[in-house]
Nanobody
Framework: QVQLVESGGGLVQAGGSLRLSCAAS????????MAWFRQAPGKEREFVAF????????DYVDSVKGRFTISRDNAKNTVFLQMNSLKPEDTAVYYC?????????????????WGQGTQVTVSS
């Protein structure tokens, strides 16, 4: 089992940057593929980015490609989401999630563990 705690959210102007972190408990962090999702008010939870267990493979939703970068540090049990050129439409609660599988998935139902979320607000 793994527990996830996100941090790094906040209020930023359009065009600005934020770096989200997700710290995981447990000694088996490197056995989990990780992802970031987001949920805006009144909308369904949306896949944002995925990273494989080793970090060698990443994938993104089209709307953030070229602006967001997912990475991980297995020695520190942490996954990151660097968000640049932020837009008002990026405003949401951001969640990290862990999946005990080697198969990439964009479906929230396929992730076993979730953090509590961190609010990101981008003002225009």
């Amino acid at each position: 089992q793994v527990q996830l705690v996100e941090s790094g959210g906040g209020l930023v102007q359009a065009g600005g940057s934020l770096r989200l972190s997700c710290a995981a408990s447990g000694r088996t962090f490197s056995s989990y593929a990780m992802a970031w999702f987001r949920q805006a008010p009144g909308k369904e939870r949306e896949f944002v980015a995925f990273i494989s267990r080793s970090g060698s493979y990443t994938d993104y939703v089209d709307s953030v490609k070229g602006r967001f970068t997912i990475s991980r540090d297995n020695a520190k049990n942490t996954v990151f989401l660097q968000m640049n050129s932020l837009k008002p439409e990026d405003t949401a609660v951001y969640y990290c999630a862990a999946r005990n599988s080697v198969i990439m998935s964009t479906g929230a139902r396929n992730y076993n563990y979730w953090g509590q979320g961190t609010q990101v607000t981008v003002s225009s």
